[in-house]
Protein backbone atom coordinates (compact mmCIF):
# COMPACT_ATOMS: atom_id res chain seq x y z
CA UNK A 1 0.00 0.00 0.00
CA UNK A 2 1.43 3.57 -0.52
CA UNK A 3 2.88 4.89 2.55
CA UNK A 4 2.12 8.25 2.10
CA UNK A 5 -1.59 7.64 1.90
CA UNK A 6 -4.17 8.88 4.32
CA UNK A 7 -5.55 6.35 5.93
CA UNK A 8 -7.41 8.95 8.49
CA UNK A 9 -8.19 12.96 9.06
CA UNK A 10 -8.98 15.51 11.94
CA UNK A 11 -10.36 18.44 10.57
CA UNK A 12 -10.53 21.38 13.21
CA UNK A 13 -11.72 18.67 15.39
CA UNK A 14 -12.59 20.62 19.24
CA UNK A 15 -13.88 18.66 22.19
CA UNK A 16 -14.88 20.89 25.46
CA UNK A 17 -15.97 19.23 28.63
CA UNK A 18 -18.99 21.12 29.63
CA UNK A 19 -17.81 24.62 29.24
CA UNK A 20 -14.12 23.52 29.80
CA UNK A 21 -12.48 23.23 26.45
CA UNK A 22 -9.95 20.58 25.91
CA UNK A 23 -9.21 20.68 21.91
CA UNK A 24 -9.17 23.68 20.03
CA UNK A 25 -9.84 22.90 16.23
CA UNK A 26 -6.95 20.14 15.58
CA UNK A 27 -5.89 18.92 12.35
CA UNK A 28 -4.38 15.77 11.86
CA UNK A 29 -3.44 13.31 9.19
CA UNK A 30 -2.40 10.02 9.82
CA UNK A 31 -0.85 8.10 7.01
CA UNK A 32 -1.39 4.49 6.08
CA UNK A 33 1.04 2.40 8.13
CA UNK A 34 2.91 4.59 10.18
CA UNK A 35 3.56 4.27 13.55
CA UNK A 36 2.65 7.92 14.68
CA UNK A 37 3.49 8.98 18.50
CA UNK A 38 0.96 11.75 20.26
CA UNK A 39 3.28 13.43 22.57
CA UNK A 40 2.48 15.86 24.95
CA UNK A 41 2.68 16.95 28.68
CA UNK A 42 -0.52 15.44 30.92
CA UNK A 43 -3.44 17.81 30.04
CA UNK A 44 -2.51 18.60 26.51
CA UNK A 45 -5.54 16.94 24.97
CA UNK A 46 -3.33 13.76 23.63
CA UNK A 47 -5.46 11.07 25.41
CA UNK A 48 -8.79 12.81 24.19
CA UNK A 49 -7.54 12.97 20.68
CA UNK A 50 -7.08 9.11 21.06
CA UNK A 51 -10.62 8.83 22.87
CA UNK A 52 -12.14 11.07 19.87
CA UNK A 53 -10.70 8.73 17.12
CA UNK A 54 -11.77 6.03 18.66
CA UNK A 55 -15.44 6.69 19.47
CA UNK A 56 -15.00 6.93 23.21
CA UNK A 57 -15.91 10.57 23.29
CA UNK A 58 -18.33 12.54 21.04
CA UNK A 59 -16.41 15.13 18.90
CA UNK A 60 -17.50 18.69 20.00
CA UNK A 61 -17.31 20.52 16.70
CA UNK A 62 -15.11 19.45 13.45
CA UNK A 63 -15.16 16.04 11.69
CA UNK A 64 -13.00 12.47 11.10
CA UNK A 65 -12.69 10.92 8.01
CA UNK A 66 -11.83 7.68 7.52
CA UNK A 67 -10.78 7.08 3.58
CA UNK A 68 -12.27 10.40 3.28
CA UNK A 69 -15.46 8.91 4.74
CA UNK A 70 -17.35 11.41 7.92
CA UNK A 71 -17.22 8.72 10.63
CA UNK A 72 -17.58 11.52 13.10
CA UNK A 73 -20.69 9.49 13.88
CA UNK A 74 -20.43 6.21 13.43
CA UNK A 75 -20.56 4.14 17.04
CA UNK A 76 -17.98 3.31 18.84
CA UNK A 77 -18.83 -0.88 18.17
CA UNK A 78 -18.70 -0.14 14.61
CA UNK A 79 -15.35 1.75 13.96
CA UNK A 80 -12.39 -0.71 12.93
CA UNK A 81 -9.78 0.55 15.63
CA UNK A 82 -9.35 -0.98 18.49
CA UNK A 83 -7.80 0.14 21.39
CA UNK A 84 -4.60 -1.04 24.27
CA UNK A 85 -6.38 0.59 27.08
CA UNK A 86 -3.37 2.18 29.46
CA UNK A 87 -4.81 0.11 32.43
CA UNK A 88 -5.26 -2.84 29.79
CA UNK A 89 -8.27 -3.32 30.33
CA UNK A 90 -8.59 -6.88 30.02
CA UNK A 91 -11.92 -9.20 31.36
CA UNK A 92 -11.22 -10.78 35.16
CA UNK A 93 -13.24 -13.76 34.21
CA UNK A 94 -12.18 -14.37 30.86
CA UNK A 95 -8.65 -16.46 30.44
CA UNK A 96 -6.65 -15.09 28.09
CA UNK A 97 -7.95 -17.03 25.23
CA UNK A 98 -11.29 -15.78 26.21
CA UNK A 99 -10.00 -12.41 25.94
CA UNK A 100 -7.79 -12.01 22.63
CA UNK A 101 -11.14 -14.17 21.14
CA UNK A 102 -13.64 -12.05 22.55
CA UNK A 103 -13.72 -9.50 19.49
CA UNK A 104 -14.45 -12.25 17.17
CA UNK A 105 -16.66 -14.02 19.48
CA UNK A 106 -19.09 -11.05 19.25
CA UNK A 107 -19.22 -10.35 15.96
CA UNK A 108 -20.26 -14.70 15.51
CA UNK A 109 -16.98 -15.68 14.05
CA UNK A 110 -17.14 -19.90 13.95
CA UNK A 111 -15.53 -21.38 16.71
CA UNK A 112 -12.97 -23.11 14.98
CA UNK A 113 -12.14 -20.01 12.95
CA UNK A 114 -11.94 -18.34 16.94
CA UNK A 115 -9.95 -21.09 17.71
CA UNK A 116 -7.04 -20.83 14.86
CA UNK A 117 -6.62 -17.05 15.26
CA UNK A 118 -6.26 -16.82 19.16
CA UNK A 119 -3.79 -19.50 19.00
CA UNK A 120 -2.00 -17.19 15.69
CA UNK A 121 -2.66 -13.97 17.71
CA UNK A 122 -1.26 -15.75 20.85
CA UNK A 123 1.69 -16.77 18.75
CA UNK A 124 2.21 -13.05 17.58
CA UNK A 125 2.73 -11.47 21.07
CA UNK A 126 4.62 -15.19 22.30
CA UNK A 127 1.91 -16.00 24.78
CA UNK A 128 0.83 -19.55 23.34
CA UNK A 129 1.36 -21.37 26.56
CA UNK A 130 -0.21 -19.01 28.25
CA UNK A 131 -3.66 -19.23 26.68
CA UNK A 132 -5.87 -21.06 29.54
CA UNK A 133 -4.84 -18.86 32.49
CA UNK A 134 -6.34 -15.94 33.49
CA UNK A 135 -5.27 -11.89 33.71
CA UNK A 136 -4.99 -12.07 37.14
CA UNK A 137 -2.26 -14.85 36.66
CA UNK A 138 0.32 -12.73 34.32
CA UNK A 139 2.62 -10.14 35.18
CA UNK A 140 2.28 -6.97 34.14
CA UNK A 141 4.15 -7.28 30.66
CA UNK A 142 2.40 -10.45 29.69
CA UNK A 143 -1.33 -8.93 30.22
CA UNK A 144 -0.11 -5.92 27.93
CA UNK A 145 1.03 -8.13 25.25
CA UNK A 146 -2.75 -10.26 25.90
CA UNK A 147 -4.37 -6.43 25.38
CA UNK A 148 -2.23 -6.52 21.85
CA UNK A 149 -3.03 -9.33 20.61
CA UNK A 150 -6.71 -8.72 21.77
CA UNK A 151 -6.92 -5.49 19.65
CA UNK A 152 -5.28 -6.96 16.37
CA UNK A 153 -6.71 -10.03 16.13
CA UNK A 154 -9.88 -7.77 14.75
CA UNK A 155 -7.46 -6.89 11.99
CA UNK A 156 -8.44 -3.15 12.99
CA UNK A 157 -7.51 -0.34 10.62
CA UNK A 158 -5.77 1.69 13.07
CA UNK A 159 -4.80 0.79 16.82
CA UNK A 160 -5.08 3.41 19.25
CA UNK A 161 -2.12 2.94 22.28
CA UNK A 162 -2.85 4.71 25.31
CA UNK A 163 0.07 5.09 27.05
CA UNK A 164 0.30 1.10 27.54
CA UNK A 165 3.72 1.25 28.45
CA UNK A 166 3.06 3.66 31.83
CA UNK A 167 2.55 1.05 34.36
CA UNK A 168 5.74 -0.92 33.46
CA UNK A 169 9.24 -0.60 35.44
CA UNK A 170 11.78 0.60 33.17
CA UNK A 171 13.71 -2.23 31.56
CA UNK A 172 10.51 -3.67 30.55
CA UNK A 173 9.33 -0.70 28.54
CA UNK A 174 12.62 -0.95 26.58
CA UNK A 175 11.49 -4.42 25.96
CA UNK A 176 8.24 -3.46 25.00
CA UNK A 177 9.06 -0.81 22.84
CA UNK A 178 11.22 -2.77 21.24
CA UNK A 179 8.71 -5.70 20.94
CA UNK A 180 5.82 -2.83 19.85
CA UNK A 181 7.92 -1.91 16.80
CA UNK A 182 8.37 -4.86 15.38
CA UNK A 183 4.80 -6.03 15.43
CA UNK A 184 4.06 -3.14 13.94
CA UNK A 185 6.54 -3.97 11.20
CA UNK A 186 4.98 -6.95 11.16
CA UNK A 187 1.14 -6.59 11.12
CA UNK A 188 1.49 -3.68 8.82
CA UNK A 189 -1.29 -1.84 10.79
CA UNK A 190 -1.17 2.05 11.37
CA UNK A 191 0.11 2.28 15.17
CA UNK A 192 -1.27 5.67 17.08
CA UNK A 193 0.18 5.71 20.52
CA UNK A 194 -0.02 8.17 23.01
CA UNK A 195 2.60 9.24 25.41
CA UNK A 196 4.28 11.87 27.68
CA UNK A 197 7.51 10.56 27.65
CA UNK A 198 10.16 11.84 24.69
CA UNK A 199 12.12 8.60 24.67
CA UNK A 200 9.33 6.38 23.80
CA UNK A 201 8.37 9.04 21.11
CA UNK A 202 11.41 8.68 19.91
CA UNK A 203 12.26 5.34 20.24
CA UNK A 204 9.34 4.09 18.21
CA UNK A 205 7.59 6.94 16.01
CA UNK A 206 7.92 7.46 12.46
CA UNK A 207 6.13 10.59 13.24
CA UNK A 208 5.76 12.59 16.08
CA UNK A 209 2.74 14.89 16.89
CA UNK A 210 3.49 16.88 19.61
CA UNK A 211 0.51 18.63 21.82
CA UNK A 212 0.14 21.67 24.23
CA UNK A 213 -2.83 23.04 26.02
CA UNK A 214 -5.48 21.37 23.08
CA UNK A 215 -3.15 22.72 20.33
CA UNK A 216 -0.96 20.56 17.51
CA UNK A 217 2.35 22.21 17.94
CA UNK A 218 4.36 20.33 15.75
CA UNK A 219 4.10 17.51 13.17
CA UNK A 220 7.30 15.76 11.93
CA UNK A 221 9.84 13.02 12.36
CA UNK A 222 11.58 12.18 15.52
CA UNK A 223 14.93 13.96 13.93
CA UNK A 224 13.00 17.29 12.61
CA UNK A 225 11.68 17.67 15.85
CA UNK A 226 14.96 17.68 17.45
CA UNK A 227 16.60 19.64 15.18
CA UNK A 228 13.69 22.21 13.41
CA UNK A 229 11.69 22.64 16.38
CA UNK A 230 9.13 25.02 15.71
CA UNK A 231 8.34 26.73 18.49
CA UNK A 232 9.56 27.84 22.23
CA UNK A 233 7.51 25.20 23.54
CA UNK A 234 8.83 22.56 21.41
CA UNK A 235 12.45 23.47 21.78
CA UNK A 236 11.95 23.08 25.71
CA UNK A 237 9.80 20.25 25.47
CA UNK A 238 11.78 17.61 23.32
CA UNK A 239 14.74 17.06 24.49
CA UNK A 240 17.32 19.18 26.43
CA UNK A 241 18.17 22.17 24.65
CA UNK A 242 19.56 25.72 25.43
CA UNK A 243 17.76 28.71 24.64
CA UNK A 244 18.98 32.13 24.51
CA UNK A 245 16.51 34.77 24.00
CA UNK A 246 17.02 38.38 21.58
CA UNK A 247 15.53 39.90 18.78
CA UNK A 248 16.49 38.90 15.02
CA UNK A 249 19.23 40.27 13.33
CA UNK A 250 20.22 40.70 9.25
CA UNK A 251 20.52 37.31 7.12
CA UNK A 252 23.36 36.01 5.33
CA UNK A 253 22.77 33.27 2.64
CA UNK A 254 21.59 30.14 4.99
CA UNK A 255 22.02 31.87 8.25
CA UNK A 256 20.50 34.44 10.49
CA UNK A 257 22.09 36.49 13.32
CA UNK A 258 20.25 36.98 16.23
CA UNK A 259 21.47 39.69 19.01
CA UNK A 260 20.89 38.48 22.50
CA UNK A 261 22.44 39.51 26.05
CA UNK A 262 25.01 37.15 25.40
CA UNK A 263 26.06 38.74 22.07
CA UNK A 264 25.76 38.25 18.31
CA UNK A 265 24.89 34.87 17.72
CA UNK A 266 24.40 33.27 14.23
CA UNK A 267 21.76 30.23 13.61
CA UNK A 268 21.69 28.04 10.32
CA UNK A 269 17.71 29.12 8.27
CA UNK A 270 18.51 26.78 5.85
CA UNK A 271 15.28 25.25 4.21
CA UNK A 272 13.23 27.70 6.28
CA UNK A 273 11.74 30.52 4.42
CA UNK A 274 9.61 31.71 7.37
CA UNK A 275 12.84 32.57 9.47
CA UNK A 276 14.36 34.18 6.55
CA UNK A 277 10.88 36.27 6.24
CA UNK A 278 10.65 37.38 9.47
CA UNK A 279 11.42 41.17 10.45
CA UNK A 280 14.02 42.36 11.36
CA UNK A 281 14.00 43.35 15.48
CA UNK A 282 11.38 40.17 15.86
CA UNK A 283 12.05 38.28 19.21
CA UNK A 284 12.89 34.86 19.12
CA UNK A 285 15.58 32.85 20.42
CA UNK A 286 18.92 31.10 19.58
CA UNK A 287 18.81 27.38 20.31
CA UNK A 288 21.76 24.41 20.46
CA UNK A 289 20.89 21.37 22.01
CA UNK A 290 23.70 20.49 24.70
CA UNK A 291 25.96 17.97 22.90
CA UNK A 292 26.63 20.97 20.23
CA UNK A 293 27.69 23.44 22.91
CA UNK A 294 31.67 23.15 23.42
CA UNK A 295 34.94 24.75 24.69
CA UNK A 296 35.34 27.83 22.64
CA UNK A 297 39.03 26.93 20.40
CA UNK A 298 41.28 29.59 19.69
CA UNK A 299 39.69 29.90 15.60
CA UNK A 300 35.71 30.24 16.70
CA UNK A 301 34.89 33.74 15.56
CA UNK A 302 31.36 32.85 16.22
CA UNK A 303 29.37 32.07 18.46
CA UNK A 304 31.65 32.83 21.38
CA UNK A 305 29.90 32.83 24.97
CA UNK A 306 31.52 33.01 28.29
CA UNK A 307 29.99 31.72 31.44
CA UNK A 308 30.73 30.22 34.63
CA UNK A 309 30.36 26.62 35.61
CA UNK A 310 27.87 26.39 38.21
CA UNK A 311 27.76 22.35 38.55
CA UNK A 312 29.70 19.16 36.87
CA UNK A 313 27.39 16.15 36.68
CA UNK A 314 28.21 12.54 35.67
CA UNK A 315 25.41 11.22 33.73
CA UNK A 316 27.37 8.00 32.61
CA UNK A 317 28.48 7.63 29.45
CA UNK A 318 27.91 11.49 28.76
CA UNK A 319 28.82 14.55 31.18
CA UNK A 320 26.48 17.66 31.55
CA UNK A 321 27.55 21.11 32.75
CA UNK A 322 25.62 23.70 33.68
CA UNK A 323 26.85 26.97 33.37
CA UNK A 324 25.30 30.31 34.06
CA UNK A 325 26.19 32.57 31.22
CA UNK A 326 26.63 36.62 31.06
CA UNK A 327 26.66 36.92 34.72
CA UNK A 328 22.89 36.67 34.70
CA UNK A 329 22.18 33.38 36.80
CA UNK A 330 18.29 32.83 35.21
CA UNK A 331 20.43 32.24 31.98
CA UNK A 332 21.72 28.66 32.29
CA UNK A 333 23.41 26.56 29.19
CA UNK A 334 24.39 23.09 29.43
CA UNK A 335 26.78 21.77 27.79
CA UNK A 336 26.90 17.65 27.31
CA UNK A 337 30.08 15.75 26.03
CA UNK A 338 31.16 11.59 26.62
CA UNK A 339 32.26 10.47 29.86
CA UNK A 340 35.97 10.10 30.14
CA UNK A 341 37.44 7.66 33.18
CA UNK A 342 39.35 10.67 33.98
CA UNK A 343 36.79 12.61 34.79
CA UNK A 344 35.90 15.98 34.02
CA UNK A 345 38.89 18.86 33.72
CA UNK A 346 35.80 21.57 34.20
CA UNK A 347 35.32 22.68 38.26
CA UNK A 348 32.51 24.47 39.41
CA UNK A 349 33.43 28.32 39.72
CA UNK A 350 35.73 28.45 36.67
CA UNK A 351 35.22 30.86 33.81
CA UNK A 352 34.63 28.99 30.15
CA UNK A 353 34.52 30.20 26.77
CA UNK A 354 32.52 28.19 25.08
CA UNK A 355 31.31 28.48 21.42
CA UNK A 356 28.60 26.30 18.67
CA UNK A 357 29.12 26.17 15.13
CA UNK A 358 26.34 27.94 13.20
CA UNK A 359 24.97 24.83 11.24
CA UNK A 360 24.03 23.32 14.75
CA UNK A 361 22.23 26.20 15.80
CA UNK A 362 18.46 27.00 15.21
CA UNK A 363 16.06 30.13 15.39
CA UNK A 364 12.73 29.48 16.94
CA UNK A 365 10.02 33.06 16.96
CA UNK A 366 8.36 33.71 20.18
CA UNK B 1 11.12 5.30 69.58
CA UNK B 2 8.68 5.12 72.52
CA UNK B 3 8.66 2.53 75.49
CA UNK B 4 5.52 0.15 75.23
CA UNK B 5 3.29 1.43 77.44
CA UNK B 6 2.74 -1.70 79.39
CA UNK B 7 0.24 -0.83 82.20
CA UNK B 8 -2.54 0.65 79.24
CA UNK B 9 -1.54 -1.78 76.92
CA UNK B 10 -2.71 -4.71 79.84
CA UNK B 11 -5.96 -2.79 80.46
CA UNK B 12 -6.58 -2.00 77.07
CA UNK B 13 -6.12 -6.18 76.37
CA UNK B 14 -8.46 -6.81 79.77
CA UNK B 15 -11.23 -4.06 78.98
CA UNK B 16 -11.47 -6.00 75.25
CA UNK B 17 -12.02 -9.58 76.45
CA UNK B 18 -14.42 -8.53 79.22
CA UNK B 19 -16.82 -6.80 76.52
CA UNK B 20 -15.80 -9.65 74.63
CA UNK B 21 -17.30 -11.88 77.17
CA UNK B 22 -20.13 -10.21 78.19
CA UNK B 23 -21.73 -9.65 74.61
CA UNK B 24 -20.98 -12.51 73.24
CA UNK B 25 -21.04 -15.50 75.67
CA UNK B 26 -24.81 -15.00 76.40
CA UNK B 27 -24.78 -16.77 72.38
CA UNK B 28 -22.67 -19.66 73.40
CA UNK B 29 -25.16 -20.37 76.32
CA UNK B 30 -28.44 -21.78 74.53
CA UNK B 31 -25.59 -24.10 72.51
CA UNK B 32 -24.35 -25.14 75.38
CA UNK B 33 -27.19 -26.22 77.49
CA UNK B 34 -29.12 -27.46 74.23
CA UNK B 35 -26.98 -30.72 75.01
CA UNK B 36 -28.45 -30.90 78.71
CA UNK B 37 -31.68 -31.99 79.95
CA UNK B 38 -33.86 -29.77 81.96
CA UNK B 39 -36.15 -30.70 84.91
CA UNK B 40 -38.36 -29.03 87.04
CA UNK B 41 -37.12 -25.59 85.74
CA UNK B 42 -33.53 -26.52 87.14
CA UNK B 43 -30.73 -27.55 84.63
CA UNK B 44 -28.96 -31.26 85.03
CA UNK B 45 -25.60 -30.74 84.22
CA UNK B 46 -24.53 -34.27 85.06
CA UNK B 47 -26.01 -35.89 81.75
CA UNK B 48 -24.99 -34.09 78.36
CA UNK B 49 -28.03 -35.79 76.48
CA UNK B 50 -28.69 -34.73 72.45
CA UNK B 51 -32.70 -35.32 73.00
CA UNK B 52 -33.60 -31.89 72.64
CA UNK B 53 -32.49 -31.86 68.78
CA UNK B 54 -34.62 -35.79 68.28
CA UNK B 55 -37.60 -34.11 69.98
CA UNK B 56 -37.25 -30.88 68.14
CA UNK B 57 -36.88 -32.93 64.58
CA UNK B 58 -40.06 -34.67 65.70
CA UNK B 59 -42.00 -31.60 66.02
CA UNK B 60 -43.80 -31.19 63.17
CA UNK B 61 -45.00 -27.75 63.23
CA UNK B 62 -41.67 -26.76 63.67
CA UNK B 63 -40.48 -29.02 61.01
CA UNK B 64 -43.53 -26.81 59.68
CA UNK B 65 -42.84 -23.35 59.91
CA UNK B 66 -39.20 -24.02 58.99
CA UNK B 67 -40.52 -25.39 55.58
CA UNK B 68 -42.64 -22.01 55.29
CA UNK B 69 -39.26 -20.03 56.29
CA UNK B 70 -37.44 -21.88 53.48
CA UNK B 71 -40.07 -20.89 50.58
CA UNK B 72 -40.75 -17.22 51.76
CA UNK B 73 -36.75 -16.74 52.11
CA UNK B 74 -35.94 -18.71 48.28
CA UNK B 75 -38.97 -15.88 47.19
CA UNK B 76 -37.53 -12.80 49.29
CA UNK B 77 -34.03 -13.75 47.72
CA UNK B 78 -35.20 -14.45 44.15
CA UNK B 79 -37.48 -10.69 43.91
CA UNK B 80 -34.63 -8.51 46.05
CA UNK B 81 -31.80 -10.11 43.84
CA UNK B 82 -33.33 -9.16 40.67
CA UNK B 83 -34.70 -5.81 41.81
CA UNK B 84 -31.71 -5.03 43.51
CA UNK B 85 -29.20 -5.74 40.72
CA UNK B 86 -31.65 -3.44 38.10
CA UNK B 87 -31.65 -0.81 40.72
CA UNK B 88 -27.94 -1.06 41.37
CA UNK B 89 -27.81 -0.30 37.48
CA UNK B 90 -30.30 2.02 37.00
CA UNK B 91 -28.52 4.01 39.88
CA UNK B 92 -25.27 3.53 38.42
CA UNK B 93 -26.41 4.71 34.91
CA UNK B 94 -26.18 8.26 36.36
CA UNK B 95 -30.25 8.62 35.45
CA UNK B 96 -32.75 10.87 36.66
CA UNK B 97 -34.16 10.56 40.49
CA UNK B 98 -31.17 8.30 41.71
CA UNK B 99 -30.78 10.03 45.15
CA UNK B 100 -34.04 10.00 46.10
CA UNK B 101 -34.18 6.29 44.60
CA UNK B 102 -31.20 5.14 46.93
CA UNK B 103 -33.00 7.34 50.33
CA UNK B 104 -36.54 4.85 49.39
CA UNK B 105 -34.52 2.00 49.28
CA UNK B 106 -33.12 2.64 52.26
CA UNK B 107 -35.58 3.60 54.06
CA UNK B 108 -37.48 0.30 55.16
CA UNK B 109 -33.85 -1.01 56.26
CA UNK B 110 -33.18 1.91 58.27
CA UNK B 111 -36.60 2.32 59.94
CA UNK B 112 -37.52 0.47 63.20
CA UNK B 113 -39.18 -2.86 61.73
CA UNK B 114 -42.70 -2.29 64.02
CA UNK B 115 -43.06 0.85 62.04
CA UNK B 116 -42.18 -0.72 58.44
CA UNK B 117 -44.34 -3.95 59.33
CA UNK B 118 -47.24 -1.88 60.62
CA UNK B 119 -46.94 0.61 57.05
CA UNK B 120 -47.10 -2.97 55.51
CA UNK B 121 -50.38 -3.83 57.51
CA UNK B 122 -52.08 -0.60 56.69
CA UNK B 123 -51.15 -0.64 53.33
CA UNK B 124 -52.76 -4.39 52.26
CA UNK B 125 -55.53 -3.78 54.38
CA UNK B 126 -56.18 -0.73 52.45
CA UNK B 127 -55.88 -2.47 49.19
CA UNK B 128 -57.07 -5.04 50.06
CA UNK B 129 -54.90 -7.57 49.68
CA UNK B 130 -55.25 -10.70 52.21
CA UNK B 131 -52.26 -11.56 54.83
CA UNK B 132 -50.68 -14.72 53.33
CA UNK B 133 -47.28 -15.96 52.49
CA UNK B 134 -47.15 -13.38 49.77
CA UNK B 135 -47.65 -10.44 52.18
CA UNK B 136 -44.35 -12.19 54.10
CA UNK B 137 -42.72 -12.06 51.04
CA UNK B 138 -43.10 -8.59 49.97
CA UNK B 139 -42.68 -7.32 53.31
CA UNK B 140 -38.83 -9.14 53.34
CA UNK B 141 -38.19 -8.02 49.98
CA UNK B 142 -39.07 -4.68 50.87
CA UNK B 143 -36.77 -4.79 54.03
CA UNK B 144 -33.49 -7.14 52.36
CA UNK B 145 -33.53 -5.21 49.00
CA UNK B 146 -31.36 -2.36 50.47
CA UNK B 147 -28.22 -4.84 51.15
CA UNK B 148 -28.58 -6.84 47.98
CA UNK B 149 -28.86 -3.44 46.22
CA UNK B 150 -25.94 -1.87 48.15
CA UNK B 151 -23.52 -5.33 47.37
CA UNK B 152 -23.95 -4.97 43.69
CA UNK B 153 -23.86 -1.15 43.94
CA UNK B 154 -20.03 -1.07 45.33
CA UNK B 155 -19.30 -4.10 42.82
CA UNK B 156 -20.16 -1.87 40.13
CA UNK B 157 -18.85 1.25 41.14
CA UNK B 158 -15.23 -0.81 41.89
CA UNK B 159 -15.52 -2.28 38.30
CA UNK B 160 -13.21 -0.37 35.91
CA UNK B 161 -15.09 1.92 33.11
CA UNK B 162 -12.32 0.95 30.55
CA UNK B 163 -14.02 -2.69 30.39
CA UNK B 164 -16.96 -1.80 29.48
CA UNK B 165 -15.48 0.79 27.02
CA UNK B 166 -12.81 -2.25 25.66
CA UNK B 167 -16.38 -4.09 25.06
CA UNK B 168 -17.60 -1.82 22.89
CA UNK B 169 -13.83 -1.18 21.33
CA UNK B 170 -13.94 -4.80 20.04
CA UNK B 171 -17.23 -4.37 18.50
CA UNK B 172 -19.89 -5.60 21.31
CA UNK B 173 -23.11 -4.25 21.32
CA UNK B 174 -25.22 -3.35 24.39
CA UNK B 175 -26.63 -6.34 25.37
CA UNK B 176 -23.54 -8.34 24.76
CA UNK B 177 -21.55 -6.03 26.66
CA UNK B 178 -24.10 -6.35 29.80
CA UNK B 179 -24.41 -10.57 29.20
CA UNK B 180 -20.86 -11.08 28.39
CA UNK B 181 -19.06 -8.80 30.76
CA UNK B 182 -21.00 -6.74 32.98
CA UNK B 183 -22.96 -9.84 34.84
CA UNK B 184 -20.24 -12.09 35.11
CA UNK B 185 -18.04 -9.14 36.77
CA UNK B 186 -21.22 -8.91 39.30
CA UNK B 187 -22.24 -12.66 40.17
CA UNK B 188 -20.67 -12.98 42.98
CA UNK B 189 -21.93 -10.41 44.80
CA UNK B 190 -25.06 -11.27 43.77
CA UNK B 191 -24.87 -14.62 45.09
CA UNK B 192 -22.80 -12.89 48.21
CA UNK B 193 -26.32 -10.08 48.48
CA UNK B 194 -28.29 -13.53 47.98
CA UNK B 195 -26.77 -15.18 51.11
CA UNK B 196 -27.11 -11.75 53.20
CA UNK B 197 -30.97 -11.77 51.96
CA UNK B 198 -31.89 -15.19 52.71
CA UNK B 199 -29.68 -14.71 56.11
CA UNK B 200 -32.14 -11.33 56.98
CA UNK B 201 -35.43 -12.97 55.49
CA UNK B 202 -34.83 -16.17 57.62
CA UNK B 203 -33.70 -14.23 60.68
CA UNK B 204 -36.91 -11.55 60.20
CA UNK B 205 -39.35 -11.87 63.26
CA UNK B 206 -41.45 -8.55 63.73
CA UNK B 207 -42.56 -7.24 59.96
CA UNK B 208 -43.45 -11.48 59.55
CA UNK B 209 -45.45 -11.18 62.40
CA UNK B 210 -47.42 -7.96 61.78
CA UNK B 211 -48.00 -9.26 58.26
CA UNK B 212 -48.45 -12.96 57.96
CA UNK B 213 -51.32 -14.92 57.66
CA UNK B 214 -52.09 -18.46 58.96
CA UNK B 215 -48.63 -20.06 58.44
CA UNK B 216 -45.47 -19.14 60.27
CA UNK B 217 -41.99 -18.64 59.85
CA UNK B 218 -39.52 -19.92 61.95
CA UNK B 219 -38.24 -17.38 64.10
CA UNK B 220 -42.25 -16.29 64.52
CA UNK B 221 -42.64 -20.19 66.01
CA UNK B 222 -39.73 -19.78 68.51
CA UNK B 223 -41.42 -16.53 69.53
CA UNK B 224 -44.37 -18.21 70.17
CA UNK B 225 -42.43 -20.67 72.27
CA UNK B 226 -40.96 -18.40 74.80
CA UNK B 227 -44.51 -17.29 75.30
CA UNK B 228 -45.73 -20.31 76.81
CA UNK B 229 -42.49 -20.71 78.83
CA UNK B 230 -39.02 -21.74 78.76
CA UNK B 231 -38.55 -25.54 77.05
CA UNK B 232 -35.14 -26.93 75.83
CA UNK B 233 -36.60 -27.31 72.45
CA UNK B 234 -35.91 -23.77 72.04
CA UNK B 235 -32.41 -23.78 73.01
CA UNK B 236 -31.85 -26.46 70.53
CA UNK B 237 -33.87 -24.06 67.96
CA UNK B 238 -31.76 -21.54 68.86
CA UNK B 239 -28.68 -23.32 68.77
CA UNK B 240 -29.73 -24.89 65.15
CA UNK B 241 -30.25 -20.78 63.73
CA UNK B 242 -27.08 -19.15 65.38
CA UNK B 243 -25.20 -22.10 63.24
CA UNK B 244 -26.92 -21.77 60.48
CA UNK B 245 -26.48 -18.10 60.41
CA UNK B 246 -22.51 -17.98 61.00
CA UNK B 247 -22.22 -20.16 58.13
CA UNK B 248 -24.56 -18.38 55.73
CA UNK B 249 -22.62 -14.92 56.75
CA UNK B 250 -19.23 -17.18 56.20
CA UNK B 251 -20.33 -18.06 52.69
CA UNK B 252 -21.45 -14.39 51.84
CA UNK B 253 -18.13 -13.20 52.88
CA UNK B 254 -16.52 -15.61 50.50
CA UNK B 255 -18.41 -14.55 47.75
CA UNK B 256 -17.70 -10.61 48.77
CA UNK B 257 -14.38 -10.74 48.50
CA UNK B 258 -12.86 -9.70 45.57
CA UNK B 259 -12.06 -12.07 43.42
CA UNK B 260 -8.38 -10.58 42.01
CA UNK B 261 -7.53 -10.90 45.70
CA UNK B 262 -8.81 -14.56 45.96
CA UNK B 263 -6.98 -15.80 42.71
CA UNK B 264 -3.94 -13.93 44.03
CA UNK B 265 -3.87 -15.24 46.87
CA UNK B 266 -4.37 -18.69 45.47
Known sequence: MNQTSDL??????????????????????IRDGEFLTVLGPSGSGKTTVLRLIGGLEPLTAGEIRLDGQDISGMPINRRPFNTVFQDYALFPHLTVAGNVGYGLSVRHVPRKEIARRVAQALELVQLGRFAGRFPAQLSGGQRQRVALARALICQPRLVLLDEPLAALDLELRRQMQEFLKSIQREVKT????????????????????????????QLGSPHELYYRPNCEFVARFFGENNLVAGSLGETRGE????????????????????????????????????????????????NRLSGAVADVAFAGSSTVVTITAGGDAAQRLRLRFPSRVEGSALRAGETVALSFAPHEGHLVLA | MIAPPRLSTILLAATTVLVAVLLYSPLFVPIVSSFFPVARGEVDWSSPTVETYVALAGNDE???????????????????????????LYYHGRRAGRSALQFIIFLPF???????????????????????????????????????????????????????????????????????????????????GAILAFALSFDETMITILVTGTQTTLPVRL?????????????????????FTVLLCALAARFLVPRQIATQRA
Request: hydrophobic share 50%.
Open chain 1, 8 to 29: LTLRSVSKSYGTVPVLHGVDLS
Open chain 2, 223 to 243: WAMMRLGFSPDINALVALILM
Open chain 1, 255 to 302: FRAIETALGRLVCSVAGQPHLKAAATGARGFATFRPEALRLAGDGDAE
Open chain 2, 110 to 192: LMPPIISGLALLIFFREIGLERSLLTVVIGHTAFVLAIVYRTVLTRLQSMSRTLVEASYDLGATKWQTFWRIILPNLSSAMVG
Open chain 2, 62 to 88: ILSALRTTLVVGFCTVVLSVVGGTLLA
Open chain 1, 190 to 217: TFLFVTHDQEEAIGMADRICVMQAGHIR
